[in-house]
Each structure stands twice: as C-alpha cells, then as structure tokens.
C-alpha cells in the first residue's frame, strides 16, 4: 500500500521503490506449552482470545468488545487485553465501563503493559489473536503472535494482509463488524484441527520474517544498488 501511494502520490518510478517488511525477533517470540503459559500468567485453563497493542479508539476494541459478548453467549471463553495503564487511563477505563455494561467483565483479564518476554507467554496462552484495527501501517503485533504459533483474525488493512495469509494462517475481516469478527473467531475454538493446523502454519510463515532475514535481504538491495552506481560511473 505505501509503494502504491508513493507511485500514484509522488510520482515515483516503481522500479526505485523496493519493499522489506518489518521482521519479527524468534529468539523472544517462540511458542511456550499452552497450559505451561496460562498456568504462569496466572489465566484460567480455557478458551482464550487476546489482543495487544495500544488501547486506542484506532485500534477497533469496540469491536472486539462485542465479538466477545457474541462469543461469550455460547461458550465459556476468556479474553485477554495487554496494553494500556492500569491507572489513569482513560480509555482503559472506558474499556472496562463498556465490558461492565455488556455484563462480559468478569470474563476479561486487563493486564496493562507487559515486558516483551512476558507478551511472548501471552500470545501462546492464547487460542486465537485478534486484532480489530480500523487503520495499521504494519500490525508487528500479529506477526509476533503468529512467531508463538496463534492464530490470527484481523482487519484486512495496512500492511496485516502481507503476512496474514486468509484461511492459512488466520483469517482477514473486510467487514469491521463484530458478527464477522466472532463467526471466524468461533470457526478456530470449535475446530481443533484447524486451528492446529494454522498455529503450525503461522509459526512457520512468521520464521521466514525473522530479524536475520530482513536483514539480509536489506544487505542484499544495498548490495544491488552498489553495482548499479559502479556500472553507471563505468559507463
């Protein structure tokens, strides 16, 4: 989407424009045993979907929200909300007014800000990633997901549908609405094997997008650059 805009916007050759994604760091990010992780962040043992990030109205929480309340009438399900301040946030304690409303609070686990090393138990105690953004420049958080084998359910926008292959390693919403956000959520908790299944294809897909191949491929344009500007000067 950013090459496309600098081409149509600025005018820019498409052959000067090259594209590197953002990588994912696979010492930290790796998959822990499920029971393992919830059992040390102190979660309940049961279905568990979980966003990260910043609590923000950008970032679709309402949504989420109510998926949950959809999710919550059927099943006995857990959520987990990583980010924001404990206190003195307002929009976390809006958040939390909301899920007191919708009678889901009880149900919701609000963690605040947490160290990378515990995020990485986060993302592997839970069954599936959310992550309703109504705008994402790139969306690292679900690729980190991805990295401990969880599968993903996010908006189709930015840079998320790069990485986040529909129905292989997640599923993408074109529809920001909390229905279409819970059915495929639904689709992961009820089938095992599928989401087994793209857990292992996740994990696999987020080490190919691993820090050290990032870097290479940047060192590698570099590289072509170089003999580029010494062919011309030849010339």
Not at 24 to 39: C, G, H, M, N, S
Request: hydrophobic share 40%.
């Amino acid at each position: 989407d950013e090459k496309t805009d600098l081409e149509s916007l600025y005018g820019v050759c498409p052959e000067k424009v090259a594209v590197i994604p953002a990588g994912v760091d696979t010492d930290i990010f790796y998959p822990v045993p499920k029971l393992e992780a919830r059992l040390s962040l102190g979660l309940p043992d049961k279905e568990t979907i979980m966003y990260a990030g910043r609590v923000d109205p950008i970032k679709g929480l309402d949504i989420l929200l109510d998926a949950f309340k959809i999710l919550n009438g059927t099943r006995d399900v857990h959520l987990v909300l990583v980010g924001g301040s404990l206190s003195g946030d307002h929009e976390l304690d809006a958040l939390r007014e909301r899920s007191k409303q919708l009678g889901i609070l009880e149900k919701i686990t609000f963690t605040g800000s947490v160290s990378q090393s515990e995020l990485s138990c986060y993302y592997s105690a839970a069954d599936v990633f959310v992550l309703p953004s109504h705008y994402e420049s790139f969306g690292l958080v679900a690729l980190e997901a991805m990295a401990c084998g969880t599968p993903v359910v996010a908006s189709r926008v930015g840079g998320i549908p790069s990485f986040v292959d529909d129905g292989e390693t997640g599923y993408l919403i074109r529809w920001r609405s909390a229905e279409s956000f819970a059915s495929k959520i639904e689709m992961l908790l009820e089938n095992v094997d599928l989401k087994n299944c793209m857990s292992e294809t996740a994990r696999m897909k987020a080490n190919t997008m691993d820090w050290s191949t990032v870097a290479e491929d940047v060192a590698h344009y570099y590289c072509k650059l170089a003999r580029c500007s010494e062919l011309a000067t030849a010339i």
